[in-house]
């Protein structure tokens, strides 16, 4: 389990940074599918009863902050 574990902590930041890089280049496509992806990786993690609340921007989860100015995902 530490495996699955540790792989999860690492796509969430990838995903987190992702989302973050797609909002700076005012790009929503971008942000709605890498929002989708952190969406998919928490979800993951429930499956495998792990708890990574900690480990993610809620924010950045779909229904979070928009893409950009007056952009909602």
Do not use: F, K, N, S
Not at 5 to 24: D, G, Y
């Amino acid at each position: 389990m530490t495996h699955v574990r540790e792989e999860l902590q690492v796509q969430i930041t990838v995903a987190q940074e992702r989302i973050l890089a797609a909002i700076e280049a005012d790009d929503p496509y971008g942000v709605a599918r890498h929002r989708a992806r952190l969406q998919d990786l928490v979800d993951m993690a429930a499956r495998h009863g792990l708890d990574v609340h900690a480990w993610v921007d809620q924010t950045l989860l779909p229904g979070g902050q928009p893409a950009g100015p007056d952009q909602h995902v």
